[in-house]
Structures are given as structure tokens and as C-alpha cells.
């Protein structure tokens, strides 16, 4: 057909995450762009959407316009965010101005009264199933990301959601726990952690691990005056290991992560196997807790490499 090797790639992922959905789901298709305020505004509103019509056959799919402009072009997309739902491989409806969560929600109804959407693979007439492993794997994903940005918010949001229709999935539960440290919903947190610790299933989960890390250091937060307490007495005395290690840990239940980390990496710079180790231990597991593909982990892994090993 004319197209380039890099067009033809730009078709395939297209063929594979919108239009083979699409034969049986209802995409809500999403042409975006990482500088686009109102993209990051509207972004929200579609993945909880999303979430919440997961059940009667409802997938959110991203394009990125500046990663993917050939796709973009073939829409002969002019400005965004522009939103489309498609279905057996064609846009039914402009989403677009359908910025509130109920006048999106209004258009889904009226679309999914009209069409032969499924709500889920061998689903009987009438008993709708809920999302498929890779469906929920997409709204983990959402969750993540929106950790990732830091918007504990939204990502409570999502994984509140996800747990509801997949009260078996470890990284939903795992993230929600997260989001509610990152919260400051220290008790929140806690009981969900009690409702896995219910499942041996969820509870021995590795992916509960990171959760369980988090809710532990969670468990450090001091208020403001006592935390300046320890940073005073950690930095009058900086080789009293026990005085770093209470700050750092105070500080990282305070959001303080990067001083949390200098304290930390100073601590195995001076005396790498005090206390068994106890400072790269709690560096470690401070890793685990935020996320070990996070860009600020990445970052202190490097830093801890060159204290470890020149």
C-alpha cells in the first residue's frame, strides 16, 4: 500500500490495541499529548469512566500524537484532546465535547444501547463478565502511571475501582495500599492491608510486597516540629548512625525522599556494615516501597552503585 516500514509498525499497533478491541468493545479513543493541559485535565474523567463501564464492555486506548502522527493523521486530528468511540473498527461517535462525567457517561449509555457491544468473552445474554486479564492489566497500568506522577488521588481512584470488579488482583490491592500512604491515609491503608492479609492468596502475592514496604515506613511519619528534631540531631552528629537512620526514615514518611536518601547514602559511605547493614537495607526496601522502575529510585540506585562499588 505505499506505506513506510515505520507506518506499517504505526498500523499494527494500531490494528492491535484498537481495532481488534473493538470488535466486540466499545474504545473510547483518546489522541493526546504529554504538553496538552487540557489532555492531562480530561485525562481523569476517561480513566475512571473507563473503570466504572469495565463491565459492560468499555476499553480506554491512548494515542499519543506526537509518538504515533501517522495514526494521528489518518484521523486528521487538528487539535486536542480529540476522543472517539470506535467500534468494530469505526468511529461511532465525537466524544470530544464530552468533557463532564455525566454528559460522557450519557453518550456510552445511549451508545451501548444501540450497539452489540460485549460485555465479556462467553458471556451468557444478559450476565455481563468483567474486564479480561489484559483489560485490567491496562487500568493497573493507569494506576501506576498516575503513582508515578505523583497523583495519589486519581490513583486511589483507579484502584479502588479495579478492586471492586477483581477482588483477586495483588497489583490493585497493592496499589491502592500505596496511594493511601502516599495519601496520608495511613488507617485507610491499613485496613485494606487487612483484607489482603485475609486472602493467603493476595497476602503471599509478591507483587503485595512494595504495599507492605510502604505501609511499614508509613509507620515512621512524625509530626513537622519532631521531625526538625531529628534533622537537628542527625546533622549535629553525623556519626551517630542511629540519629541518621531515625531521620531518614522520618523524613521519607514525610515525602522527603531525597534527603531520606542523602542521609541514607552517607550513612554506607561512612560505614557500609553498621548494624548489618542497616542503612543500604533501608535503602533497599525504600526502593521497594516507591517502585524500583520509578525515575527517582532509578536515580539513587545509580548513586548508591558508585558508594558500593567506586
Known sequence: MGLSIEEQK??????????????????ILDFWAEWCG??????????KVAVEYADRGVVLAKINVDEEQ????????RSIPTVYAMFQGQPVADLTNARGESQLKAMLDQLLAQLPVQA???AAPGAPQGPTPEELAQYVKM????????????AAGIFAQVTEFAEDSAPAHAGLVRALVML???EQAQQVMAVIDSDPRLATDPAIAPARSALELAGTRVDDGELATLRAAA?????????????????FAAGQRDAAADTLL?????DREWNEGAARAKLLKMFEATGLEDEWVVGVRRRLSRVLFG
Request: proline share 5%; aromatic share 6%; net charge negative.
Open 143 to 154: 494506576g501506576d502511571d498516575a503513582l508515578a506522577a505523583g497523583d495519589a488521588q486519581r
Open 70 to 77: 501517522f495514526i494521528a493523521g489518518q484521523f486528521q486530528v
Open 120 to 122: 465479556g468473552a462467553g
Open 184 to 186: 496520608g491515609e495511613i
Open 266 to 270: 552517607t550513612m554506607i559511605a561512612a
Open 235 to 251: 546533622e549535629a552528629d553525623p556519626a551517630n548512625m542511629d540519629a541518621g537512620l531515625a531521620y531518614a526514615e522520618a523524613a
Open 10 to 27: 504505526a498500523v499494527e499497533r494500531f490494528r492491535k490495541d484498537v481495532v481488534d478491541p473493538s470488535q466486540t468493545k466499545l474504545v
Open 38 to 47: 487540557p489532555c492531562k485535565a480530561l485525562t481523569p474523567v476517561l480513566e
